[in-house]
Each structure stands twice: as structure tokens, then as C-alpha cells.
């Protein structure tokens, strides 16, 4: 039996919320239309996902797997919805995110050779956005940094990075050429919800400021609230008057990839793919990253 979406949707809300009042109410619907719903949907299924008793809502063994599989096929669906009302439109337009310090414009120059006619929107995109915005269709490719959840997705490797601290000007490090990272034991940590710009390991136990995006964390570092840790791409992309950047010898490096929707079949999505694929391949050859991309023009940013 075909797996309906609908009653999917319902299971998630209630999933989420573990509670029936509250999924019914966010969901615009009556709570006994949403248990029968869910009481259908385990009959599809032929088993329990959800158990009731006086601790309120829990989800089975089987409840906690489909709650798990559920994401990535709900926001499948939704890219379906969203590339085909584009197709409607008769749309010639791809949307590629990236993150901070990766320069796209080298791969839109490549593919508006082969498709001059096709518009690249850019839109710049979060540690926690990369495989939410890949799977729902609201970007077609991303420039993305590991760790990924890549359920769902198919990516490739680019190119590496090495990383650097971000220290306060007046820090007792600063200006140093290089540096460890037992260098900074007991330094306070401004301390990023996206893992991918973290070191193997913490210099401090506590996780000090939690910040989103490379503007946030300049601004904490400046202000003296403790250092934090950036793919070196930030010294060219992100100059601050009161930063330090010291490249940091034994940290793992930053991994950049390339990542689309497997389910997103595209012809032309898969040519930027090429593209970005060529370009990345150009970069390497030059062997000065951070100078090829000083000169590889600005792009500006959407949404």
C-alpha cells in the first residue's frame, strides 16, 4: 500500500509535539479527526507508532524510525511541488546556496557558457539549513561544509581548507604565524550551533556563546567573549577592525562539497554540478585559492 503523505504529515506533528491537543491545533483540524487519522495510519503500516498512557505520549520502536525517514520524504515531496509550479512558469532559473567563504561565481561563468539563457539566483545558507534547503527544494545545489546529513542527498568533495582561531586583537596570540590548538586549553569558547567550523576538539569543557553565521561570531570575539575557529576562507571574505586570524597547525580541515537532492533530476541543475565540479578543478591548478577567488568578482547575495 502507497504511503499517504497526508496522514504522514499528521504522525509528524503529533511525533513532534507528543502531544494530540497541540499537533490538532497546529494543524488546523478537530484532535479525534487527527487519532483517527493516525489509527489509520498504523493500520496501513501494521503496527503501532504511538502509545498512549497516564505520562502522556511516547513513540514505539517502529514510530521512532518512520519519524526518522519521514523528514527527508516530506520535503521531497515538497521540491516535487516546488520544481514542477517552476516548470509551469516556464522558468529558465536554478537557485544555488552556498556558505560563507566559498566564491560561486567562478562556476556560474563556466555554465552561463553553456547556458547563457538559464538565471543562477544565489542565496547564502547556515550550517543547519544546508540539508533542510537541499531536500524541500528552496535551493537546487549547495556549496556546502561537512558534517552533512546526507539522507537523501548525493554529494560530492571539492576541495579543503585549513582552519584558523579567531582571536580578539588584543589576545596574547595574536599576530603569531601559526599556532596549536593545546595553544588555546582554557581559552572561552565562542562556540558555533554548525559543527562543521569546529575543531576535533574543544579548548574549553563549557560551550561559552553560542552564535549562528560568521558575522555573529566576529562580533562576540571582538567584544572579548572568548575565540572561535573559521575555515581560513574568512580572512579574505571577512576582514573585522578588532579580529585576528592565526592559522592553527593541527586542526582537521574544513571540507568543502558540492550537494543536490538525489531525487532532483535536472539536466541543467546537473551541468552547474559540472560546472562547479570544473571550477573547483581550475582553483586547484592555481594553486593560490585564496588570491584566484579575490579575483573572481563579487556575487551578490538573495533572500
Known sequence: ??????????????????????AADELHIAQPVLSRQIRALEQDLG???LTRDSHGV???????????????????????????????????RIMVGFRAGIAVAPAIRLFADRHPDVLVD???????????????????????????????LRVAPL????????????????????ITEADLTGEPLVWHMDTSTQP???????????????????????????ISFLARSATVFYSHPNISYVPVSDLASDQVCLAL??????????????AAQA?????????????WKLGSGAVSEQG
Do not use: W
Open 1 to 22: 500500500m502507497d504511503l499517504d503523505l497526508r496522514k504522514l504529515r499528521y504522525f509528524v506533528a503529533v511525533a513532534d509535539r507528543l502531544h494530540f491537543g497541540r
Open 47 to 49: 503496527t503501532s507508532l
Open 58 to 92: 511516547l513513540l514505539t520502536d517502529a514510530g521512532r524510525q518512520l519519524l526518522t525517514d519521514a523528514g527527508p520524504l516530506l520535503a521531497s515531496a515538497h521540491a516535487v511541488r516546488r520544481r514542477v509550479t517552476v516548470a509551469a512558469r516556464g522558468s529558465r
Open 122 to 152: 544565489v542565496q547564502r545558507i547556515e550550517g543547519d539549513d544546508q540539508a533542510p534547503m537541499l531536500l524541500d527544494g528552496r535551493i537546487d545545489v549547495g556549496y556546502v561544509r561537512l558534517p552533512i546529513d546526507e539522507a537523501g
Open 159 to 178: 576541495y579543503t581548507e585549513p582552519r584558523v582561531a579567531v582571536l580578539p586583537v588584543g589576545h596574547r596570540l595574536a599576530g603569531r604565524e601559526q
Open 200 to 226: 576535533t576538539r574543544r579548548p574549553h569543557p563549557n560551550a561559552g556563546y553560542l552564535v549562528r553565521g560568521v558575522d555573529e561570531t566576529l562580533e562576540h570575539v571582538a567584544a572579548g567573549r572568548g
Open 261 to 274: 537532492a538525489a531525487s532532483h533530476t535536472s539536466p541543467v541543475v546537473d551541468d552547474f554540478f559540472t
Open 279 to 291: 571550477a573547483a578543478e581550475i582553483t586547484a591548478e592555481c594553486g593560490n585559492y585564496e588570491m
